[in-house]
T-cell receptor, first 111, second 110 residues
């Protein structure tokens, strides 16, 4: 079975720009969750998608948005980037309430 | 608001020692508790606990959950340098999101 794949692995953006991160879920998984992990912190829940619908959201502003596609892959979009958005962005897929399988993440640096 | 506290924040031990990592939580709509190991980027799954008092084991690692007292522990016996990592505890609530603690950074000295 293929695991969770994220792209790109690293990204540098300028404050105010927009960014799109991508995630391919593990085969057979229908739920995708996105997490932000700042340096020295645990991952923080951004939102979750199930069957192409948002299924829960953490304390993140509306400029963080997402999509899930019919093949269960997903995108995370962040508009008007701020310096504090610099972090490791992790995508995790699961089948319902089963354990989350994480990708290797995208390291975003905002300068 | 959901809250997860892991202790200690950091731990340095010698190879061969036994360590116990702690995780306490305050929740609503608790479903299960997961432990992950994070070495570089991707957290890798260790255990998923749903019932109190039932120990789960995988080699030198074991974990148990106490749903009455709202905590879990992760034990690692005969530690090896490859066990050096950040260990994350994540209760799973309501809509299946994971709420992570800050993690325990474990360093094993040869």
């Amino acid at each position: 079975e293929t695991g969770v794949t994220q792209s790109p692995t690293h990204l540098i953006k300028t404050r105010g720009q927009q960014v799109t991160l991508r995630c391919s879920s593990q085969s057979g998984h229908n739920t995708v969750s996105w997490y932000q992990q700042a340096l020295g912190q645990g991952p923080q829940f951004i939102f979750q998608y199930y069957r192409e619908e948002e299924n829960g959201r953490g304390n993140f502003p509306p400029r963080f948005s997402g999509l899930q596609f019919p093949n269960y892959s997903s995108e995370l979009n962040v508009n008007a980037l701020e310096l504090d958005d610099s972090a490791l962005y992790l995508c995790a897929s699961s089948l319902g309430a089963a354990r989350h399988t994480f990708g290797s993440g995208t390291r975003l640096t905002v300068v | 608001e959901d809250k997860v506290v892991q202790s200690p924040l950091s731990l340095v031990v010698h190879e061969g020692d036994t360590v116990t990592l702690n995780c306490s939580y305050e929740v609503t709509n608790f479903r299960s508790l997961l432990w992950y190991k994070q070495e570089k980027k991707a957290p890798t799954f260790l255990f998923m606990l749903t019932s109190s008092g039932i120990e789960k084991k995988s080699g030198r690692l074991s974990s148990i959950l106490d749903k009455k007292e709202l905590f879990s522990i992760l034990n690692i016996t005969a530690t090896q340098t490859g066990d050096s990592a950040i260990y994350l505890c994540a209760p799973q609530f309501g809509n299946e999101k994971l709420t992570f603690g800050t993690g325990t950074r474990l360093t094993i000295i040869p």
